[in-house]
């Protein structure tokens, strides 16, 4: 594959440049760090650090890429670098947290937006290891470029909906940190060094749109530059070049103006005594004062241990009525605890009267129904009883007649038949008959001699009857 030489320096040369200076960059500022030890020094450091990591990928990707385009480790390579430029957000908000004297809102909206950064980072980095056709394809390169970038070397994956997630991220945190740095010059009047960083960071940010729609894959149709149309590198390399490149002047500047402080230091004797001499009376002075002080201290002190000794003799008692108090309420609470419990119990009965009352009005309706049929039962007998008592009577007024013809005719027996001994056994079977019906009679009587009994007994509306 033929490529174009010019094209070719700067897409490389760029990003080896870039790293160079990272590298130097990262050389100074850890040595200054540690000479000076400032916090914002160590922000520049992770700035020059992650600056070396993307850029070093670049450079590497391009490089592999000129001996196979497009294979699996330059896609890998170009994954990488994207999440190191990702996390160059972190540090700018670390700054502008720490160093700025923003706005007590601005500042609680500045801590919640940097814990969602770092959380949004880690999710990327998760997202990309995890399932990289999400952020950038490790397996397809980019399938959308534009004329320009058709003769670039660098391999690109597919870029799928996380990276476009990060971007519209890196668009708003980018608004919020040129913001702060504006209030910072603008009302807190501190133009000195934020002017320098508010160039940057806009630059950065217009690199970065820059870039972006460069390679666009949200458009149907291909993007192009907007500056530099016609030129492959990318412009986030080159601007964070020019960070590092006025980073470590100004780095370098402070350190030598720290060292030139303490090396052109002179002291003069006459001074220095003079100094000590006006220190010495301030000593003087400051001990006749605190002699003064130490005897107000002393009846202070006096004071203040009578009124503890007396506040320690109030306490005791208050203890002590506490304690009264203590064992009252501890009464009263046994008492409550045993009301509390009878009133448990006698919810308990209620309960179970209320869980007992549908069975017990069940059992009612069927004894009222088991009684209302034992009544017509009871009448259908009384009525039984009262036709056997008819009959009863009928039977014994009809045996009472049979008994009186019986006799009757035993009486003309006798009469006509005395006179022979064949009669007379003739009437000693008759006698044993009459005898008999006899017997029977009275049975019949106390037959119904029970059942007027009984029916006495069936009702009071059955009382008047004869026996």
């Not at 980072?121 to 470029?145: D, M, N, W």
């Not at 391999?155 to 990060?166: D, H, N, Q």
């Not at 005791?316 to 605890?337: A, G, H, M, P, Q």
């Not at 509390?340 to 069975?359: A, H, M, Q, S, V």
């Amino acid at each position: 594959m033929s490529y174009n030489f010019s094209l070719l320096t700067l897409e490389l040369g760029i990003p080896v440049i870039a790293t160079i200076i990272s590298i130097v960059g990262i050389i100074l500022y850890a040595y200054i760090y540690f000479q000076l030890y400032e916090e914002t020094q160590a922000i520049i450091l992770a700035l020059g650090f992650l600056c070396f990591i993307f850029s070093a990928m670049e450079a590497a990707n391009v490089i592999t890429s000129l001996y196979a385009p497009n294979n699996k480790l330059a896609l890998n390579l170009y994954k990488f670098e994207q999440l190191a430029f990702s996390l160059t957000i972190i540090p700018w908000l670390i700054y502008i947290r720490t160093k700025l004297v923003l706005s007590e809102q601005f500042h609680f909206v500045l801590n919640k937006l940097y814990i969602a950064a770092v959380f949004i980072f880690i999710l990327l980095c998760a997202v990309a290891l995890l399932y990289p056709q999400l952020f950038i394809s490790t397996k397809e390169q980019i399938t959308s470029l534009n004329e320009t970038m058709i003769y670039s070397i660098k391999s690109r994956g597919e870029l799928g909906a996380a990276y476009i997630f990060r971007d519209f991220i890196f668009t708003i945190y980018s608004f919020i940190i040129i913001c702060a740095l504006i209030y910072e010059i603008t009302i807190n009047k501190k133009i000195k060094g934020n002017i320098t960083l508010l160039i940057l960071i806009s630059l950065i940010s217009l690199a970065f749109f820059d870039d972006f729609n460069g390679i666009s894959i949200y458009k149907k149709y291909s993007s192009n530059f907007l500056i530099l149309n016609n030129i492959t590198f990318t412009r986030t390399t080159l601007v964070y070049a020019i960070f590092n490149v006025i980073m470590i002047h100004s780095s370098v500047s402070r350190f030598i103006s720290a060292v030139h402080r303490k090396t052109t230091q002179s002291y003069d004797l006459e001074s220095v005594k003079a100094q000590d001499s006006i220190i010495i009376n301030t000593a003087i002075n400051t001990s006749e004062k605190l002699s003064e002080l130490k005897e107000k201290f002393s009846n202070s002190v006096n004071e203040l241990v009578n009124k503890v000794e007396n506040t320690y003799s109030t306490i005791n008692n208050l203890k002590s009525d506490i304690n009264r108090v203590i064992d009252y309420t501890n009464e009263f609470i046994t008492i409550e605890n045993f009301q509390i419990n009878d009133g448990k119990i006698n919810i308990e009965k209620i309960n179970e009267l209320i869980e007992t009352y549908p069975n017990l009005q069940a059992s009612v309706e069927l004894q009222k129904k088991t009684l209302e049929e034992s009544n017509v039962k009871l009448q259908k007998s009384v009525e039984k009883i009262y036709g056997l008592q008819s009959e009863s009577r009928n039977i014994v007024n009809m045996f009472e007649d049979f008994q009186s013809k019986l006799d009757t005719e035993k009486n003309n027996f006798i009469k006509e038949f005395s006179k022979s001994d064949g009669f007379n056994q003739l009437s000693f079977h008759i006698n044993r008959i009459i005898s008999f019906m006899t017997n029977m009679s009275d049975k019949t009587k106390t037959l119904a001699i029970n059942s007027s009994i009984q029916a006495s007994k069936a009702g009071e509306w059955h009382n008047n009857f004869l026996v």
